[in-house]
T-cell receptor, first 109, second 112 residues
Framework: DVKVTQSSRYLVKRTGEKVFLECVQDMDHENMFWYRQDPGLGLRLIYFSYDVKMKEKGDIPEGYSVSREKKERFSLILESASTNQTSMYLC????????FGPGTRLTVT | GNSVTQMEGPVTLSEEAFLTINCTYTATGYPSLFWYVQYPGEGLQLLLKATKADDKGSNKGFEATYRKETTSFHLEKGSVQVSDSAVYFCALYYNQGGKLIFGQGTELSVKP
């Protein structure tokens, strides 16, 4: 069974903290994605990666960075969390179709 | 540029009612089109897809037909159930590498 897992379902962080969100897929997919989901805005692409150590900016990369040191793991990093980064974060990987993780609901206070 | 527009929600229906969620797109070329569903507290799951004009995708009683002439991919179901309550996203595939563009999502609530 296909699986994309995310490190936390719920996370609360303080403004200015460095935040790591991790995503792991077990399907040997090359392509992985990070989205944020906000009411009324749908899913917006933050970053994606085509291969290990490869990354490309999506539509809203500002305030975020990513790391892909191993094929199965794609990390999203908030260097200095801000309240406007409070959101649901979804990771996905792509083979024939796009598979999503369960999401991490991040609250920045 | 490429974009997807869905009807605004929330949509509230009684059980066994007919469902339509409108989706239109703007794209160059011939994108593939998808409907994803997000049940409460979960990630997105692929519901159905269509890869070329006039294709009909179907799954779990849901259907959508790729209409190139109207650039639409409306989601329909003849008789909804309470368990269909979820957020539905229309999406198109473009470019390379599996990137998708999503609509804003439509929340469906089905009452018994």
């Amino acid at each position: 069974d296909v699986k994309v897992t995310q490190s936390s379902r719920y996370l609360v962080k303080r403004t200015g903290e460095k935040v790591f969100l991790e995503c792991v897929q077990d399907m040997d997919h090359e392509n992985m994605f990070w989205y944020r989901q906000d009411p009324g805005l749908g899913l917006r692409l933050i970053y994606f990666s085509y291969d290990v150590k490869m990354k490309e900016k999506g539509d809203i990369p500002e305030g975020y960075s990513v790391s892909r040191e191993k094929k199965e793991r794609f990390s999203l990093i908030l260097e200095s969390a801000s309240t406007n980064q409070t959101s649901m974060y979804l990771c996905a990987s792509t083979g024939y179709e796009q598979y999503f993780g369960p999401g991490t609901r991040l609250t920045v206070t | 540029g490429n974009s997807v527009t869905q009807m605004e929600g929330p949509v509230t229906l009684s059980e066994e009612a007919f469902l339509t969620i409108n989706c239109t797109y703007t794209a160059t070329g011939y994108p593939s089109l998808f409907w994803y569903v997000q049940y409460p507290g979960e990630g997105l799951q692929l519901l159905l897809k269509a890869t070329k004009a006039d294709d009909k995708g179907s799954n779990k009683g849901f259907e959508a037909t790729y209409r190139k002439e109207t650039t639409s991919f409306h989601l329909e179901k003849g008789s909804v159930q309470v368990s269909d309550s979820a957020v539905y996203f229309c999406a198109l595939y473009y470019n390379q590498g599996g990137k998708l563009i999503f609509g804003q999502g439509t929340e469906l609530s089905v009452k018994p």
